[in-house]
């Protein structure tokens, strides 16, 4: 007679599920980018130009054919060749255009249209092509992730020097807006996810970031921090208890966090409760009383003030405003 395998006696193993809220930047941009719109593909011919004023949002443009200026304020003008994508992470104005003479249109929002012809401007010149789009963001001070990177993130797909992955996606993006298929929407708007988080680690590896969340990437110990304070955004954290849980000194850890990214514990961990506070009124009927306990606060009146201190309006104009 066979006998049963002796696993089959045994205990199932737990499959231990990873939370994505345990891994700060994956939080951050789940949170706070909630609408990701991507516009048609552009077909530029010379002389062509496109102004965008400043915008809460984070822009990309990926050059598919061709080359364009891109010009945004408080930094110098990148000229962006076949196959590179430059991101403007922060809404700040900015010039698209052939040459410094072309005179640039001021561009706007339109509706929201099936048809997948690329959008067609400027002259009878030679032609660039373009695929644009951008991140909408829900914080209106904008995610502190996002503090001290640079106005202007360049990614090359050509360069050899540049984040791994780049050059996969960019082909994977060409690809795909090239020749569309069902669902492509859906395939840009997760490539645009990849290509935003490879601009993020570009600017770490670069040392273009100096201070701000994404800094601390480079920093396992706050890392950390900033991971189990977003895991776990209710508990009652306090400097002692980070300090002691990555492995530092109170003292150290406070001044090193503070220099990486540019508040202190306290003053993040009340910054993420509050986003997190944002995203459940944004996408969940729970009462505002339930909210405020899941991201810390015993009462109502306290997770109030501090809401309308972080988002300059309190936690129910907020959430209709969200609905309209």
């Given at each position: ?7 089959l ?7 231990e ?13 789940g949170?706070s ?13 010379v002389p062509?130009g ?9 822009s990309?443009?990926l050059?598919?054919?061709g ?12 000229v ?28 706007r ?7 997948g ?12 092509t373009?695929?644009?789009?951008f ?17 202007l ?23 795909e ?8 929407n859906?395939?840009l ?5 990849v ?9 770490v590896?670069e040392?273009?970031c ?10 396992p110990?706050?890392?950390?921090s ?11 954290w ?12 109170r003292?150290?850890?406070a ?8 508040a ?6 009340a910054r993420r409760r509050?986003?997190?506070a ?7 009927t729970?009462?505002?009383?339930t909210?405020?306990?899941r ?8 997770f ?7 988002q ?13």
């Amino acid at each position: 007679m066979r006998k049963t395998p002796k696993q089959l006696a045994e205990k199932p193993t737990p499959l231990e599920l990873r939370d994505p809220r345990g891994d700060a930047v994956a939080d951050v941009l789940g949170a706070s980018l909630i609408r990701h719109a991507l516009y048609n593909s552009i077909e530029a011919r010379v002389p062509w130009g496109l102004r965008m004023p400043r915008q809460n949002r984070a822009s990309f443009y990926l050059v598919a054919h061709g080359s364009a200026r891109l010009e945004v304020e408080g930094t110098r003008t990148r000229v962006l060749s076949t196959g590179d994508v430059g991101f403007v992470p922060h809404g700040t104005a900015h010039v698209l255009r052939d040459s410094a003479d072309s005179e640039p249109l001021p561009v706007r929002d339109g509706s929201y249209s099936l048809n997948g012809s690329p959008l067609r401007i400027g002259g009878r010149g030679a032609a660039t092509t373009l695929v644009a789009g951008f991140f909408e963001l829900s914080d209106g001070l904008g995610p502190v992730l996002l503090q001290g990177v640079p106005p202007l993130v360049v990614l090359s797909a050509s360069d050899p020097a540049s984040v791994p992955g780049v050059s996969a996606a960019v082909q994977f993006m060409l690809t795909e807006s090239a020749s569309p298929r069902p669902a492509s929407n859906i395939v840009l708007q997760r490539l645009a996810d990849v290509l935003f988080v490879l601009a993020l680690r570009a600017t770490v590896g670069e040392g273009t970031c100096q201070r701000g969340a994404i800094a601390a990437v480079s920093d396992p110990r706050i890392y950390e921090s900033l991971s189990l304070m977003h895991a776990r955004v209710a508990d009652p954290w306090t400097v002692d208890m980070l300090a002691r849980r990555v492995g530092m000194s109170r003292s150290g850890f406070a001044a090193r966090f503070t220099d990486l990214v540019g508040a202190s514990p306290l003053q993040y961990l009340a910054r993420r409760r509050i986003a997190r506070a944002a995203e459940l009124l944004r996408d969940t009927t729970e009462k505002v009383e339930t909210i405020a306990g899941r991201v810390g606060y015993e009462s109502v009146p306290a997770f109030s003030r501090a809401f309308k201190r972080w988002q300059g309006t309190g936690p129910a104009a907020f959430r209709k405003s969200m609905q309209s």
